[in-house]
T-cell receptor, first 115, second 109 residues
């Protein structure tokens, strides 16, 4: 199974709402990633978790709060977002060994609209 | 990670080979060349990667020059389903991956 699943597929939220994006993989990968992709732009890395610990935060605003409750799940909690945060949010996973790079497997993304 | 340069767009006739170039002149010895593609509104899909030898899998071939400063992704028989943005990425043994603007490949019937 080389699938990364993301829910929901689409999300519309107001600026005062709190919502969460979910990502799941069952490939035994120990690295998981959140990316943000604006229209007609490449994906931009937001966060990386390695063995359930946050290892990279690309200076993302605190209104985005990641969580990795176990090795298969990755959440992105959203609070007080701005309209400019509307984007496709992508989750990815990969194997993890220090000093070795591995390919990443991406989910289909959650299309977020902030009104 | 080393910076990559790709043409912004390319066309390819259906059934012909698509050759997508990538320049990475500042690549260092321990950095790999990865290729991903993103079909419209889907998540990126891993295609192939290599260090210095040419690589082939069921999707594509990767040709890396001897000096490793450039590479070419070859889709041997392009189909309409290969229309996508193709990203060439250079990365070492760590997690941070930086996507460039990629090449938008249009396969023409």
């Amino acid at each position: 199974d080389t699938e990364v699943t993301q829910t929901p597929k689409h999300l519309v939220m107001g600026m005062t709402n709190k919502k969460s994006l979910k990502c799941e993989q069952h490939m035994g990968h120990r690295a998981m990633y959140w990316y943000k992709q604006k229209a007609k732009k490449p994906p931009e890395l937001m966060f990386v978790y390695s063995y359930e610990k946050l290892s990279i935060n690309e200076s993302v605003p605190s209104r985005f709060s990641p969580e990795c409750p176990n090795s298969s799940l990755l959440n992105l909690h959203l609070h007080a977002l701005q309209p400019e945060d509307s984007a496709l949010y992508l989750c990815a996973s990969s194997q993890e060994t220090i000093g070795i790079s591995y390919e990443q497997y991406f989910g289909p993304g959650t299309r977020l609209t902030v009104t | 990670d080393a910076k990559t340069t790709q043409p912004p767009s390319m066309d390819c006739a259906e059934g012909r080979a698509a050759n997508l170039p990538c320049n990475h002149s500042t690549i260092s010895g321990n950095e790999y060349v990865y290729w991903y593609r993103q079909i419209h509104s889907q998540g990126p899909q891993y295609i192939i990667h290599g260090l210095k030898n040419n690589e082939t899998n069921e999707m594509a071939s990767l040709i890396i020059t001897e000096d490793r400063k450039s590479s070419t992704l070859i889709l041997p028989h392009a189909t309409l389903r290969d229309t996508a943005v193709y990203y060439c990425i250079v990365t070492g043994g760590y997690q941070k991956v930086t996507f460039g603007i990629g090449t938008k490949l249009q396969v023409i019937p």
